[in-house]
Protein backbone atom coordinates (compact mmCIF):
# COMPACT_ATOMS: atom_id res chain seq x y z
CA UNK A 1 0.00 0.00 0.00
CA UNK A 2 1.32 3.50 -0.67
CA UNK A 3 1.95 6.30 1.83
CA UNK A 4 -0.91 8.33 0.60
CA UNK A 5 -3.25 5.93 1.37
CA UNK A 6 -1.58 5.15 5.05
CA UNK A 7 -2.08 8.47 6.38
CA UNK A 8 -5.61 8.25 5.63
CA UNK A 9 -6.23 5.41 7.95
CA UNK A 10 -9.58 5.48 9.68
CA UNK A 11 -9.25 5.24 13.52
CA UNK A 12 -9.62 1.76 15.27
CA UNK A 13 -8.50 0.35 11.37
CA UNK A 14 -5.10 -1.42 10.36
CA UNK A 15 -3.74 -0.80 7.52
CA UNK A 16 -4.79 -4.24 5.51
CA UNK A 17 -8.13 -3.75 7.69
CA UNK A 18 -8.16 -0.08 5.43
CA UNK A 19 -6.95 -1.36 2.30
CA UNK A 20 -9.72 -4.01 2.06
CA UNK A 21 -12.25 -1.11 2.50
CA UNK A 22 -11.05 0.52 -0.09
CA UNK A 23 -10.79 -1.88 -2.66
CA UNK A 24 -14.25 -3.67 -1.90
CA UNK A 25 -15.69 0.20 -1.91
CA UNK A 26 -14.43 1.21 -5.50
CA UNK A 27 -15.38 -2.16 -6.89
CA UNK A 28 -13.50 -4.20 -9.56
CA UNK A 29 -11.80 -6.84 -7.82
CA UNK A 30 -13.57 -10.16 -6.35
CA UNK A 31 -12.89 -11.04 -3.25
CA UNK A 32 -10.42 -13.28 -3.56
CA UNK A 33 -8.63 -11.06 -5.92
CA UNK A 34 -8.92 -8.07 -2.46
CA UNK A 35 -7.39 -11.20 -0.08
CA UNK A 36 -4.71 -11.96 -2.79
CA UNK A 37 -3.95 -8.23 -3.13
CA UNK A 38 -3.96 -7.15 0.44
CA UNK A 39 -2.24 -10.52 1.67
CA UNK A 40 -4.44 -12.17 3.86
CA UNK A 41 -6.59 -15.15 3.76
CA UNK A 42 -10.22 -15.45 2.94
CA UNK A 43 -11.35 -16.32 6.18
CA UNK A 44 -9.92 -13.23 7.38
CA UNK A 45 -10.76 -11.22 4.88
CA UNK A 46 -14.73 -12.33 5.56
CA UNK A 47 -13.66 -11.71 9.61
CA UNK A 48 -12.62 -8.08 8.41
CA UNK A 49 -15.88 -7.68 6.73
CA UNK A 50 -18.11 -8.48 9.47
CA UNK A 51 -16.07 -5.48 11.48
CA UNK A 52 -18.63 -2.26 12.19
CA UNK A 53 -15.84 -0.12 11.85
CA UNK A 54 -14.85 -1.71 8.73
CA UNK A 55 -18.16 -1.81 7.32
CA UNK A 56 -18.65 2.15 8.23
CA UNK A 57 -15.36 2.75 6.50
CA UNK A 58 -16.87 0.80 3.12
CA UNK A 59 -19.49 2.66 3.82
CA UNK A 60 -17.78 6.14 3.95
CA UNK A 61 -15.16 5.36 0.34
CA UNK A 62 -18.50 4.51 -1.23
CA UNK A 63 -20.28 8.17 -0.69
CA UNK A 64 -16.84 9.75 -0.99
CA UNK A 65 -17.00 8.02 -4.70
CA UNK A 66 -20.57 9.02 -5.56
CA UNK A 67 -19.48 12.73 -4.84
CA UNK A 68 -16.58 12.34 -6.58
CA UNK A 69 -17.77 10.91 -9.56
CA UNK A 70 -21.09 12.80 -9.81
CA UNK A 71 -21.53 15.60 -12.56
CA UNK A 72 -20.70 19.33 -11.20
CA UNK A 73 -23.34 21.55 -12.19
Known sequence: MSNEVKEYVPDGL???QNEVAILEAYGGMDRRQISKT???SHQTLY???KK???IAT???YRQEKKI???PSC
Open 38 to 40: VGI
Open 58 to 60: IDK
Open 14 to 16: TDK
Open 68 to 70: WLS
Open 47 to 49: TYL
Open 52 to 54: PEV
